[in-house]
């Protein structure tokens, strides 16, 4: 009988301290999840495996571009001229366009997949960027380190044969053939 009183207060302590520290656990997940949603960003942050370079109005929510170049030339087609009706061109937008090319062309290498493929940070939802967001991407090319005073391929389509593309000299944003070899920098969203 003794034993088992001994055991039971065991029990219930055991109990009892299990219960206190996954308390203390969740009060302090809560706390994270909270400092979380309360943090603002600012362009030209690290973060989510890149580096800040567009926030909405509420600076808690943006895009990210890929530390380096996924691509120093690759084409946007895999080698065949098709309609992918990636033809969205505003911020938002790319990872749908990605995913109608990816759809449309398949297995392969081109610009889209690659960036699909790209895993950074540990991250797997990187896209190519719309004709807009490779805009931003552009004006704030200071912040972002590595991108090059060249073309870079845009998500959105033009038409059969060609995609939206961007020079990073002077920001010009031309359609260009989908066979042209030219930069890719995968981004992603937060």
């Not at 895009?63 to 098709?82: E, F, P, R, V």
């Not at 062309?105 to 889209?112: F, M």
């Not at 960027?129 to 704030?140: I, R, V």
């Not at 060249?150 to 944003?173: I, L, P, R, V």
Request: a positive charge; one cysteine or more.
């Amino acid at each position: 009988m003794k034993t088992a009183n001994v055991i039971f207060a065991i029990l219930f302590i055991s109990v009892i301290s299990c219960t206190k520290e996954n308390a203390k656990l969740s009060s302090v997940s809560a706390a994270s999840v909270n400092n979380a949603e309360q943090q603002t960003f600012h362009i030209g942050d690290s973060y989510g495996g890149g580096i800040i370079f567009y926030l909405d109005s509420t600076k808690k929510h943006g895009l990210i571009a890929a530390i380096k170049d996924q691509s120093t030339g690759i084409s946007w087609y895999n080698n065949a001229y098709i309609i992918t009706n990636a033809r969205g061109t505003a911020i938002g937008k790319g990872a749908s366009n990605t995913q109608k090319i990816i759809k449309a062309q398949g297995k392969g290498s081109y610009a889209a997949k690659l960036c699909d493929n790209y895993t950074g940070g540990g991250f797997t939802d990187w896209f190519l960027p719309s004709k807009a967001e490779l805009n931003k991407l552009y004006s704030h090319k200071d912040k972002v380190p590595g991108l090059a005073a060249t073309n870079y391929w845009s998500s959105t389509e033009y038409d059969q044969n060609s995609a939206y593309d961007q020079e990073f000299g002077g920001g010009f944003q031309f359609h260009d053939d989908k066979s042209f070899t030219i930069h890719v920098r995968a981004v992603r969203a937060f």
